[in-house]
């Protein structure tokens, strides 16, 4: 069982090496990088990777496209702000004792988040599983604006692996504001549109409490604290963005 282990970049030298050291136990790294303007393909390469240098065409077309260009069968894929755990890293050691008929084609891993100096138990950020190692002739990433995820083949097997990937979320609260603001909230609302959802006034103005209380209460966000308040308080104004842009697209003439 050999892995190929896949990392998108853009201006991520802070991150690049530690993410690469973070999956030096693969056969191959590859890393996609988008015209950073920084050091990141320097650093990444000087890690051992092997680096393509290729315009940004979205998150699923690029890691779609770095799926495609690995060497190995299995793919595991990273991104740079994550790091694999020491409990994840043994449970992916012990699928390669096993035979191919005993592995399954997928394996979804927990994401644990570290969010304003603590580790998130609830708000809907954690367990977070998804598939990221996974046989690519089996699955392929979903063409989805935002929040792609890998979509496997009907007859495909999918299993869990135990052990989380450390997910080093933002630098700062203000940072955070601005990823809604310029990236998260206008590509759910372009998402949705393109879905054929349309939104309302009742909608808008019930988006952000419905988004609260879902996070910090049915989802648990009250056990973290002020970093679980500051999540569904982060949801509210998400939620509250993506219907307020997404009834400017359907409004527009």
């Not at 790294?29 to 940004?56: F, K």
């Not at 940072?175 to 879905?195: K, N, T, V």
């Not at 019930?206 to 604290?225: E, N, V």
């Amino acid at each position: 069982m050999k892995i190929s282990a896949t990392i998108i970049t853009f201006n991520e030298q802070e991150n690049i090496q530690e993410a690469c050291e973070s999956v030096s136990w693969a056969d191959e790294i590859l890393v996609v990088d988008s015209e950073s303007t920084d050091a990141t393909r320097e650093i990444a390469q000087t890690c051992g990777a092997r680096v393509i240098n290729r315009q940004w065409p979205g998150f699923a077309p690029q890691k779609q496209f770095a799926t495609d260009n690995v060497t190995h069968d299995w793919v595991f894929s990273l991104d740079a702000d994550e790091r694999v755990s020491e409990k994840l890293k043994n449970s992916i050691s012990q699928l390669r004792d096993l035979s191919e008929e005993q592995r399954a084609d997928a394996y979804t891993i927990s994401r644990r988040a570290f969010y304003l100096g603590r580790w998130i138990r609830g708000a809907g950020w954690y367990p977070n599983r998804q598939v990221r190692l996974f046989k690519r002739t089996k699955g392929r990433w979903s063409p989805r604006l935002i929040h792609e995820s890998v979509q496997m083949a009907n007859e495909a097997r999918i299993e869990n692996l135990e052990g989380d990937l450390l997910h080093y979320t933002v630098e700062s609260v203000a940072q955070h504001h601005r990823m809604i603001g310029e990236r998260y909230a206008p590509l759910a609302a372009q998402q949705m549109f393109a879905d054929g959802r349309r939104t309302s006034v009742f909608k808008i103005a019930t988006a952000a409490p419905t988004a609260f209380l879902r996070s910090y209460l049915l989802k648990g966000g009250f056990r973290d604290g002020l970093a679980g308040f500051a999540i569904a308080s982060f949801a509210a104004h998400h939620d509250f963005l993506k219907h307020l842009m997404l009834w400017e697209l359907q409004n527009k003439r």
